[in-house]
């Protein structure tokens, strides 16, 4: 089944535990991205790849960092988590400009 | 920057009714524009998308529209059913993939 994975779905920290999200996608997608959704604002990206060791920044890239080794993985990595990043994460791929990108089930991060 | 406003922010209708969603984007330069479902703390579920050469698509219930042209698109659901209920996004694909606010949906039985 073609699909996008994340994990762990669900993660209560503490400020400045670094943790590691991870994103994988079965589709051969070269792009991949990952976003924030907060209330009142919306789904907001944070950095995207358009291939292997090909990254950019987003709307929102400030204390996130992510790493594209392999086409089909993505991690989105917080060094020091601090409380306003506490929200729902969500990685996507897709596979050109033209094809629909397909979404994760999102992982919801909470930052004590 | 590409602004996408979505009205209305909140829509209460009874079964079986029509309904209209709209999404207006600032920037007519799009690649393709991308309508999806969401439910309450769940993922995005992808309901249609429209590429910039085209009018329209359609999905059982549901029929798009694009008018690039003045920045709008259309989501029209028949028949509605309670099952509708969520939050529908739009998001256009321009140099960066931008989403609008939403519209929450609630279908009444």
């Known amino acids: 089944e073609a699909q996008v994975t994340q994990n762990p779905r669900y993660l209560i920290t503490v400020t400045g535990k670094k943790l590691t999200v991870t994103c994988s996608q079965n589709?051969?997608?070269?792009?991949m991205s990952w976003y924030r959704q907060d209330p009142g604002l919306g789904l907001r990206q944070i950095y995207y790849s358009m291939n292997v060791e090909v990254t950019d920044k987003g709307d929102v890239p400030e204390g996130y960092k992510v790493s594209r080794k392999e086409k089909r993985n993505f991690p989105l990595i917080l060094e020091s988590p601090s409380p306003n990043q506490t929200s729902l994460y969500f990685c996507?791929?897709?596979?050109?400009?033209?094809?629909?990108?397909?979404f994760g089930p999102g992982t919801r991060l909470t930052v004590l | 920057k590409q602004e996408v406003t979505q009205i209305p922010a909140a829509l209460s209708v009874p079964e079986g009714e029509n309904l209209v969603l709209n999404c207006s984007f600032t920037d007519s330069a799009i690649y393709n524009l991308q309508w999806f479902r969401q439910d309450p703390g769940k993922g995005l579920t992808s309901l249609l998308l429209i590429q910039s050469s085209q009018r329209e698509q359609t999905s059982g219930r549901l029929n798009a529209s694009l008018d690039k042209s003045s920045g709008r698109s259309t989501l029209y659901i028949a028949a509605s059913q309670p099952g509708d209920s969520a939050t529908y996004l739009c998001?256009?694909?321009?140099?960066?993939?931008?989403f609008g606010p939403g519209t929450r949906l609630s279908v009444l039985p």
């Open positions: 996507a791929s897709r596979g050109d400009s033209l094809h629909e990108q397909f």
């Open positions: 589709m051969n997608h070269e792009y």
């Open positions: 998001a256009v694909r321009g140099q960066n993939f931008v």
